[in-house]
């Protein structure tokens, strides 16, 4: 898995998400026995956001916020320095480089812990029939 899969899977969280409640929700097919792919799909929907909230749990809180902020609801880092320096009250300083930084260092902990626990078994995870946000 690489760092690039890892933020692929972040920036496509929301689309599962609505995706998989679509499915759940609104379609028949997951429970019609002749739609099994459609039941692979689901799975596979259920897995890859299963994953990213294992690692949005693995980081830490200032980590999980910065990528949950960029990568997942895709605000600017402008938006996001701006957002932490009024929650810190002034009290923490920062830039966006600093922040873009953090969230470097995120994704490599993720992916590193990804290959080293798990090598290419979960790649069929990242493996994707969607297209890019």
């Not at 496509?12 to 409640?21: H, M, P, T, V």
């Not at 626990?117 to 946000?133: K, R």
Request: aromatic share 6%; charged share 25%.
């Amino acid at each position: 898995m690489t760092e690039q899969n890892i933020i692929q899977l972040f920036q496509q969280k929301r689309q599962c998400e609505a995706e998989l409640s679509i499915i759940r929700d609104c379609s028949d097919e997951l429970h019609d026995a002749a739609s099994a792919d459609q039941a692979m799909h689901f799975s596979l929907l259920k897995r890859r956001m299963a994953l990213v909230d294992h690692w949005l749990n693995y980081l830490s809180p200032e980590e999980r916020n910065i990528v949950q902020l960029h990568l997942i609801q895709n605000k600017p880092w402008s938006y996001i320095v701006n957002r932490i320096e009024m929650e810190s009250h002034g009290t923490i300083p920062c830039d966006e480089r600093t922040l873009q930084r953090q969230q470097a260092r995120a994704i490599q902990n993720i992916c590193a812990l990804m290959n080293k626990s798990f090598g290419s078994s979960l790649d069929f995870l990242v493996e994707n029939d969607q297209p890019a946000n």
